[in-house]
């Protein structure tokens, strides 16, 4: 039996991280695509590609953890990384070419099918790449997690502005997502482009601390919407409030914290 000593294996913890997210895309491929009754065929792909990748992921953390499948372990993270890729972009331009390439307005734009969505399978895909071809517990290493990391609250504020202006933000609740990504991005962007202090630091852990918080609520409240909707809860899901897209929000949380946390331990090689 191999005994796992998860303490000081950051990059153990991003591979487990990487897996979860693609089997919770699973999930949430099939919600979004049911809007429609997967119209079209191309629709399946992700349903099917995100539980493959899942799968791919896991073997290859399981090989990184025993430590004896080296070279199998990093090809089939390399399978992983690349297919994420490649399902990404392709579903980025479907996306946009379902409304967006026909009349390219910012309306056609909030309007058309979340054109920023496929893109947490290239972050993903990337990150999968990055973490067997940088070394681990290093500050570069700990930049491109919270270069990623940026990349994703960046990509909730769209989505959450775009969202949100579907209904002409009716509550003024909705407009908090958008603030709080931008907030979490600021923090993030800071950290990346220059030597930080303690205090800054801990500051920056608590503003992701503050995205669990505002994803946590963000569920309550989609979830109640859904549950007082005209329609059954099933359905009010499938073409109401997303309960599960402000769980997002958690997630990016703990990516950057995983970043920050590599990112203490490094910074004093940027300083000297």
Request: net charge positive; glycine share 8%.
């Amino acid at each position: 039996m191999v005994r796992v000593r998860w303490r000081g294996a950051e990059h153990l913890w991003l591979d487990a991280f990487i897996a979860f997210n693609f089997l919770c895309l699973t999930g949430d491929i099939l919600i979004a695509h049911s809007e429609n009754h997967f119209r079209h065929p191309a629709e399946y792909i992700p349903v099917w590609a995100s539980p493959l990748l899942f799968l791919i992921a896991v073997v290859a953390l399981a090989g990184r953890v025993k430590g004896s499948a080296g070279r199998t372990s990093t090809v089939l993270a390399y399978v992983a990384g690349w297919l994420a890729i490649l399902v990404g972009v392709a579903g980025l331009i479907y996306h946009l070419d379902s409304s967006f390439f026909a009349e390219r307005t910012l309306k056609s734009l909030t309007y058309a099918a979340p054109f920023a969505a496929p893109l947490s399978y290239v972050g993903l895909g990337c990150l999968t790449l990055m973490n067997r071809m940088v070394q681990s517990r290093s500050l570069e290493w700990a930049q491109w997690v919270l270069f990623f990391a940026l990349g994703g609250f960046f990509g909730n504020f769209v989505l959450s502005l775009a969202d949100h202006a579907v209904n002409g933000f009716f509550r003024s609740s909705e407009w908090i997502p958008v603030a709080s990504s931008a907030l979490a991005a600021g923090f993030l962007l800071a950290l990346l482009l220059a030597p930080s202090t303690w205090h800054f630091r801990w500051l920056s852990a608590a503003v992701l601390g503050l995205q669990m918080v505002v994803g946590a609520a963000g569920f309550l409240l989609h979830l109640l919407a859904d549950l007082r909707g005209p329609s059954s809860l099933y359905q009010n899901i499938i073409h109401g409030a997303p309960p599960f897209a402000p769980l997002l929000l958690p997630n990016l949380a703990i990516l950057g914290l995983i970043g920050l946390f590599v990112l203490s331990n490094a910074e004093p090689q940027r300083q000297n």
